[in-house]
């Protein structure tokens, strides 16, 4: 596997399930991204991981609970979501540093349909 | 607050001609990144150009150039010798020195026609 991984790959899940995404990267970096990318809309940041440790959180709700276990793994556990989280969930990646930003690695995405 | 905005929600070309995504932004601080990604359909969203706000020379990679005003806050990519594989969606970014948090617009998706 190389870059960035993500599974599953497509979700369906009630309002009242609890269901976990997972991102992988393969690239070394030593930070990670949460994203939500919904029809129309920019793309909104829901949580970055420098070195393992929450450096933003941008008032996302409490239904949203990301974990990272490890600089390679990034979880988003879902629980009690609402029809208006359906979206496509991007993981990111990128080797945090001083100076010039470096590129995000995004994979594939998660898409995700509450009903 | 940082702000990104794509005023074309969907454009199209022909093959093999010239194309300009137009993107603004809007921010007080002096030291930033603007960056346009691209995502084709179904496909992962990579890094097309990237361009450093301190830097007078507009960036370019091959097919793809940058008219970066900084006056203006205005940051236009242009696809020359437009291909099909370039029919996607590419979406204008901004990010401020030495801070993770990166701004998006909404996106413009291309389509490019035989």
């Known amino acids: 596997e190389t870059g960035v991984t993500q599974t599953p790959r497509h979700l369906v899940m009630g309002m009242t399930n609890k269901k976990s995404l997972k991102c992988e990267q393969h690239l070394g970096h030593n930070a990670m991204y949460w994203y939500k990318q919904s029809a129309k809309k920019p793309l909104e940041l829901m949580f970055v991981y420098n070195f393992k440790e929450q450096t933003e959180n941008n008032s996302v709700p409490s239904r949203f609970s990301p974990e990272c276990p490890n600089s390679s793994h990034l979880f988003l556990h879902l629980h009690t979501l609402q029809p208006e989280d359906s979206a496509l969930y991007l993981c990111?990646?990128?080797?945090?540093?001083?100076?010039?930003?470096?590129?995000?690695?995004f994979g594939p995405g998660t898409r995700l349909t509450v009903l | 607050a940082q702000t990104v905005t794509q005023s074309q929600p969907e454009m199209s070309v022909q093959e093999a001609e010239t194309v300009t995504l137009s993107c603004t932004y809007d921010t007080s601080e002096s030291n930033y990144y603007l960056f346009w990604y691209k995502q084709p359909p179904s496909r992962q969203m990579i890094l097309v150009i990237r361009?450093?706000?301190?830097?007078?020379q507009n960036a370019t990679e091959n097919r793809f150039s940058v008219n970066f005003q900084k006056a203006a806050k205005s940051f236009s990519l242009k696809i020359s010798d437009s291909q099909l594989g370039d029919t996607a969606m590419y979406f204008c970014a901004f990010m401020i020195h030495n801070n993770n948090d990166m701004r998006f617009g909404a996106g413009t998706r291309l389509t490019v026609k035989p």
């Open positions: 361009q450093e706000a301190y830097k007078q």
């Open positions: 990111a990646s990128s080797q945090d540093g001083q100076g010039a930003p470096n590129e995000q690695f």
